[in-house]
């Protein structure tokens, strides 16, 4: 019997994002699974934002820390460092010094910080809060306003705080991250709940969550791949905004990126078993429909730009 | 594709003799559907019948093994496209390849990283799964010896055995036959070289060609030479080439039962760059290889993959587990101290990793969560202060110890004075949040 390839017809597509104001990045538009280009159109690579705090980086293991040493002090200098040296096609400004157990920085602090950043560099920039649910609302509303006219992301509403995060995007034209917790019905829900308060869902990331590799990957792989599914074999509008992976933070505090060669001499060089977790993590959620993704050590991000030269 | 309950009663006798064990030969034909039977039980059934319904019930991908003994691979029998469906069936093997131009020295230590590459995961023993040796040498004597040093050196390890030249496959099997190698490297010049070599020696043959229309063409050619075991390579060398070919090969064995292309795929990773290796081997995992072949093995990139292999390959709707019980981790005396944890897996294997860690005899009760980590436990109702009270109390732990002290995870502080309502005369202590924190945390009391 002859070969006839089985090709899949997908009723849906991904919506096309692009972020940035003076150079921009275009993610997503695809009308197939993760890099089946051979039977529909995959238009524009994924794209990897690297990963700037706002305040030095401490609590990050030494393989990614010393990249970094000499520019992590200050965000501006770390950012331009990403944009200047590393290449960064994008930069995520995670504020994590807001957080109220950490430095509580103010929400007039973010701003400043967000303008300061936003002035040093030409590439896109995504906006992160920490991570509180009621801090966060208030912070990103004010470096939404702070970075007006910029079209950034903003990130990341969650069921507790979606409202004014989302209303603050939507007043200064940014576009909004939407996360849930692993799971594709509560992600759906969520953004059908931003769209209802009139945020156009061509301008939304859904983040189901990221996990690291070895510490629940299977689950956001799953998840991704369901959404994706939905989106191009159901048309269902409200799953076809891209995917973000957030992986740095999630592969960068577990064992596997810490733990000694001499505690743990069958587990390999620390240092390369860090950069490979990370690109690795990155990798298989790429498969799964990532087109976004955040990381941190430059080496990871340059291995993953490799990957996906050859999956295009 | 698979028969309907109905299409195999049709093959049935339809006599309703009961000597399978069934009332009807309908009901047998049910379960025959289901997979919950085996043809075998029918004594009365048609040679005719038994072709039909053998050739219907196989496996869409077959079931080949990769060596022999313990340490054989099975590899195909999958079912599904996407993992979340139904659970991936055989873990894809990981290969080194070995080059016969490589010094000795060189082919030493590389198979001594495959014997030394086993890591325990999660209660799993993960390891490089075989070693293929090619003939890079083009010597075909050079090559047997190769072949027959690494099969003494490491008789259990799974060989596949690479080359073109039927000449140097012949004598190379023939020295390791017994250890059912897979041969690979059957392409359009040699195919009935390769395939009597195969059938001779009664071993996997791998076949490559480029492209499918031709790939589909030499395994239906091999098949007539009367060669059923195969491993297929569809010539793709890139990332973007590998993601169409297995995608097409597995779409059309599963969706299609196209049988052609029903066979494990092999995929070759090797790279210069060991970090792009890893993501190549990334794309295997994932997307559809039984067999993926790497340049190099550091321990590092195999945790990274061994890790990645027990993501993808796990159960999605079952969490792995453990048994609820109460551990004693190390000579564990009355007085020692008593934590708790989740029965998922990775929290069990984390947990009493660090435990064992900090040296400090230590009892870890396991308490039965269906298999959440503790914090979605917790988040679950399944983590509470009066289930945790009521483990506690019916697990008869009271008994043993000389102490009425529990230490519970950091993350769950909040039930800390719950617990001690419930559970009268005990003390509760928070421990640290991350497990990591635990040798400190015991030695320090
Ligand atoms: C994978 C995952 C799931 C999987 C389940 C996986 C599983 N088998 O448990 C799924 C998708 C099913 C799931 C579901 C839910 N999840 Co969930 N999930 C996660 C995720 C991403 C990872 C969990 C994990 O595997 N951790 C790894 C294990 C090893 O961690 P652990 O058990 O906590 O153990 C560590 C420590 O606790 C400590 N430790 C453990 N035992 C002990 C003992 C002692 C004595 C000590 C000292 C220390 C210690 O050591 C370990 C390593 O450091 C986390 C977020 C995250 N990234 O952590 C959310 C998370 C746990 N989930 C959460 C929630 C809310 C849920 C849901 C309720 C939401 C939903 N989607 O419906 C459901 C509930 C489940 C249900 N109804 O059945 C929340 C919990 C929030 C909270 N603080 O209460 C989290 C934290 C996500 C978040 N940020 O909101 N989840
Ligand atoms: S043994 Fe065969 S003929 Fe008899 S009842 Fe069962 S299926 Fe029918």
Redesign the pocket.
Known sequence: MAFAAPNETYSGKVFEVTIGADKTAVFGGENVLPFHSFEGNAPHRPVIAYEVQDVPPEDWPETVKKVYEGVSNDPVTWAKYCQDTLNAQAIALRLVGTHPDRENRSPEDAAKTVKDVLAAINVPLIILGSNQIEKDSAVLVSVSEAAKGKNCIIGKAQEGNYKTIAAAAMANNHKLIAMS???IN?SKQLNILITQMGFDKERLITDP?C?ALG??LE?TYSVMERIRLAALTQNDTTMQPPMLADVGM?VWKIKETQASETDLPQWGSLAERGITWEAVTAGSLLMSGAELLIMRHPEAAKAVEKFIDELM | MALTGVEIFKLLPKTNCKKCGHPTCLAFAMKLAQRQASLDACPDVSEEAKKVLGEASAPPIRSIALGSGDKAVKMGEENVLFRHEKRFVNPCAFAVEVKDSMSDDEINNTVDGVLNSEIDRVGQKLRIDAILVSNASNDAGRFEGVVKAIASKAPAVPLIIATGNPAAAEAAVKAVADKKPLLYGADESNADAMANIAKTHKIPLGVTAKGLDALTALTEKIKGLGVEDMVIDPGARTAKEIIEANTYIRRAAIKKNFKALGYPVITLAQRDDKMVEALIAVLGVTKYSSIVVLSSIEKWKNLALFTLRQNIYTDPQV?MQVEQKVYKIGEATPESPL????N?S??YF??SGEIENSKVPTRLAVMDCE??????????GKFTASKIAQFIQESGIENEISHKEL?????VAILSGAIEDKLPGWKVTV??????A?PA?LKSR
């Open positions: 917790e692993l799971d509560l969550m996990s510490y629940g689950y999630y | 969490p934590t708790i944890t989740t998922f990775l929290t984390i947990v298999g959440l980590s503790v914090l979605t436990a917790w988040a679950a230490i519970i995870p950091g993350y421990g640290p949040r991350e497990a990591n635990l945390f």
